[in-house]
């Protein structure tokens, strides 16, 4: 069956741009995560949609970044006005149900560069 | 402050003999432990994972074993093979008044030899 996918796989975008990176997750799942991996870093967790609850935005770094999940479906994440040190891989990755018990279904990423 | 710790960051074993990838956590609300596995250029993909009222599971190659006191994990790998060769992340996360939300340690590439 469809995985988790994410576009575009690759940006690059000059400082200062406005990016936006999709996420469509495993249909089914109410549960929605979007990670950062910078360059010999860990996964930063940015922001976690469940159902129709208020996502947690607790792991956004700044003002710069928001996201949405339209229809608990497709998410969003908008990066405005990038700076060099959003360059990273940004991970989606969707769960079946709510709750800490759950693997994570990861997508492939989108890789963005900020010139 | 990193809650869970991969202080290794890479290993080298060779074919056929055992990996064991090493996992620390910091936090006593982590009640349930995940590996992920990760090649080049795609996603994180689910391995194995453990809850706290065990301290063994094993699936095939693979095989978790849990420390609570000492609050570590470790990963086994036997035999390993040269598919194997990825980055691997310890994740946890607390259930019952905890988070929802996995945290991850940074991962420790392995490379397995033929």
């Known amino acids: 069956g469809a995985g988790v996918s994410q576009s575009p796989s690759n940006k690059v975008t000059e400082k200062g741009k406005d990016v936006e990176l999709r996420c469509d997750p495993i249909?089914?799942?109410?549960?929605l995560y979007w990670y950062r991996q910078s360059l010999g870093q860990g996964l930063e967790f940015l922001i976690y949609f469940q159902g129709n609850s208020a996502p947690d935005k607790s792991g956004l770094p700044s003002d710069r970044f928001s996201a949405e999940r339209t229809g608990g479906s497709v998410s969003t994440l908008t990066i405005q006005r990038t700076q060099q040190e959003d360059s990273a891989v940004y991970l989606c990755?969707?769960?079946?149900?709510?709750?800490?018990?759950?693997?994570?279904?990861f997508g492939p990423g989108t890789r963005l560069t900020v010139l | 402050d990193q809650q869970v710790k991969q202080n290794s960051p890479s290993l080298s074993v060779q074919e056929g003999r055992i990996s064991i990838l090493n996992c620390d956590y910091t936090?006593?609300?982590?009640?349930?432990f995940l590996w992920y596995k990760k090649y080049p250029a795609e996603g994180p993909t689910f391995l194995i994972s453990?809850?706290?009222?065990?301290d063994k599971n094993e699936d095939g190659r693979f095989t978790v074993f849990l420390n609570k006191s000492a609050k570590h994990l470790s990963l086994h790998i036997v035999p390993s093979q040269p598919g194997d060769s990825a980055v691997y992340f310890c994740?946890?996360?607390?259930?019952?008044?905890?988070?929802?939300?996995?945290?991850f340690g940074r991962g420790t590439s392995l490379i397995v030899h033929p």
């Open positions: 936090n006593s609300m982590f009640d349930y």
């Open positions: 990755a969707s769960s079946p149900t709510r709750g800490p018990y759950n693997e994570q279904f």
């Open positions: 453990i809850s706290s009222i065990k």
């Open positions: 994740a946890a996360s607390a259930g019952l008044g905890g988070s929802y939300i996995p945290t």
């Open positions: 249909s089914g799942h109410t549960a």
